[in-house]
T-cell receptor, first 114, second 116 residues
Framework: DAGVTQSPTHLIKTRGQQVTLRCSPI?????VSWYQQVLGQGPQFIFQ???????GRGNFPDRFSARQFPNYSSELNVNALLLGDSALYLC?????????????FGPGTRLTVT | AQKITQTQPGMFVQEKEAVTLDCTYD???????LFWYKQPSSGEMIFLIY??????QNATEGRYSLNFQKARKSANLVISASQLGDSAMYFC?????????????FGAGTRLFVKA
């Protein structure tokens, strides 16, 4: 069975630009979460979506937005990129995003902002 | 407020020996879940083990076990018979509740070095 997939693998953008990252969850999983991991730190929660609705949001500015599609795949959008947005962006899927359900992570998208 | 603390930035262990990675947490929610993940240099987060706040027994998964001390709010990961492939970053994480608990927070991580 395919795991969580993310695209692209790497991305280089310039300050002020916009970027869209994509995630496909494990088949049967209805919840997708997004995390930002800056080098040397633990992942920071950005969003969680379940059944196409936003169910959780971390402490990130409005430049960050996301959505989930009917097939449960998800996109993370970041507008007006800053140098500090350079990080590994991880997507995780789980059955319903609650309780003991495990989160399975994708390989991540490494974003570099110059 | 939720908080996860990992006080060991780096740990060394001899191959085939056991090692304990520390994790303490803070929450006011009586219902929560604790997770450990491994992150090799490739960057992918690999799920290792889960412990629920109401679980009576400590979780075990192969060479991984979780030493859960609820009163002390600690959830230490024990890796037995360390292997060279265990060298990686290890993160402790927590999710509160079963209804509103859609947010998982992570600690700063511990880098484990396994020596041959």
């Amino acid at each position: 069975d395919a795991g969580v997939t993310q695209s692209p693998t790497h991305l280089i953008k310039t300050r002020g630009q916009q970027v869209t990252l994509r995630c496909s969850p494990i088949s049967g999983h209805k919840s997708v979460s997004w995390y930002q991991q800056v080098l040397g730190q633990g992942p920071q929660f950005i969003f969680q979506y379940y059944e196409k609705e936003e169910r959780g949001r971390g402490n990130f500015p409005d430049r960050f937005s996301a959505r989930q599609f009917p097939n449960y795949s998800s996109e993370l959008n970041v507008n007006a990129l800053l140098l500090g947005d350079s990080a590994l962006y991880l997507c995780a899927s789980s059955l319903n995003g609650q309780g003991p359900n495990e989160q399975y992570f994708g390989p991540g998208t490494r974003l570099t902002v110059t | 407020a939720q908080k996860i603390t990992q006080t060991q930035p780096g740990m060394f262990v001899q191959e085939k020996e056991a090692v304990t990675l520390d994790c303490t947490y803070d929450t006011s929610d009586p219902s929560y879940g604790l997770f450990w993940y491994k992150q090799p240099s490739s960057g992918e987060m690999i799920f290792l083990i889960y412990q629920g706040s109401y679980d009576q027994q400590n979780a075990t998964e192969g060479r991984y076990s979780l030493n859960f001390q609820k009163a002390r709010k600690s959830a230490n990961l024990v890796i037995s018979a360390s292997q060279l492939g265990d060298s990686a970053m290890y993160f402790c994480a927590m999710r509160e509740g079963y209804t509103g608990g859609f947010k998982t927070i992570f600690g700063a991580g511990t880098r484990l070095f396994v020596k041959a």
